[in-house]
């Protein structure tokens, strides 16, 4: 009964790369229809990418239902549940490989380990120990620290005109935190920004907004405090805000590496920080 992560896994970015094919084997069979792209003035990086993804995010978190059940029963809502406070802080390390199949279409898995703090206190009202007895108010309160894997797949579409470029982007993660079912969420995101150069090198700016669908359901046991027996819970939990707005860059500081650094926040006190140093070949 925690506040649920949320996973910001950057794809890779788009958009002409200048000089990003310089000393690539003109034999290399990716992307397909690469010939094309060179020939209409496209320059496009190197197909095979492995970086490392590293994140922090701090959020609020919405409880949008709680249910508990005694030894084995099945879960009943409680609908009195007072939820005291539930905010979450993740650190988020992944390793990420991808690949150019078409110049306009990349896409990538992740795979990875995720750091989290939470607080979450919820007030409820638990069964009676007898029949007929009275109703037990009592303070409930999450684990404040778990660690757990994390695995996804990611795709990106791209394109520009001229200067300026447009990628969509996609992944499915899933996340063990130790609950008895795993967390999943699907993240999306837009970016529109502008390509240029800086010391004869690709840079690019950009302007983002993200989607993260990653309300779910954490379930699992806790120990009733007056008997001793068991509690099973369902917590029904996703971020407060579900989308954030921001700005990025990316530099190549030679063909075979890029770095991005991406920010955001839900203008609500929420915010993240990502930073993706990449080795492509």
């Not at 996609?170 to 800086?198: M, P, Q, Y």
Request: hydrophobic share 40%; aromatic share 12%.
């Amino acid at each position: 009964m925690k506040a649920l992560l949320a996973l910001c896994l950057l794809g890779p970015l788009a958009g002409n790369t200048a000089r990003a094919q310089e000393e690539a084997p003109s034999e290399r069979r990716l992307p397909f229809l690469a010939e094309e792209a060179r020939k209409r003035g496209i320059d496009l990086p190197r197909p095979f990418g492995i970086g490392v993804v590293y994140y922090h995010l701090d959020r609020a978190i919405e409880i949008t239902d709680v249910r508990v059940g005694r030894e084995g029963n099945t879960p009943v809502s409680v609908p009195d549940a007072v939820v005291f406070g539930a905010d979450s802080k993740v650190d988020n390390a992944n390793l990420k490989v991808d690949v150019w199949l078409l110049p306009f279409l990349n896409v990538y898995a992740i795979a990875g380990y995720i750091w989290n703090e939470s607080n979450t206190v919820v007030d409820v009202t638990l069964p009676p120990l007898l029949p007929g007895g009275s109703p037990r108010r009592r303070r409930l309160e999450a684990p404040t620290s778990l660690t757990g894997s994390v695995a996804g797949l990611g795709l990106t579409l791209a394109g520009g005109y001229g200067p300026f470029f447009f990628a969509a982007d996609c992944n499915g993660a899933r996340a063990d935190l130790g609950f008895d079912d795993r967390f999943k969420a699907v993240v999306t995101s837009i970016r529109a920004g502008w390509f240029g150069e800086v010391s004869g090198r690709p840079l690019r700016v950009w302007f983002n907004g993200t989607d993260w669908n990653t309300f779910a359901t954490a379930t699992g046991t806790v120990t009733d405090p007056d008997d001793g027996s068991t509690l099973s819970f369902e917590v029904d939990q996703g971020p407060a805000h579900p989308r954030t707005y921001g700005i990025g860059a990316s530099y190549s500081p030679s063909p075979s590496w890029e770095l991005s650094l991406d920010s955001g926040s839900d203008f609500d006190g929420g915010w993240y920080v990502a930073l993706v140093p990449v080795f492509r070949f």
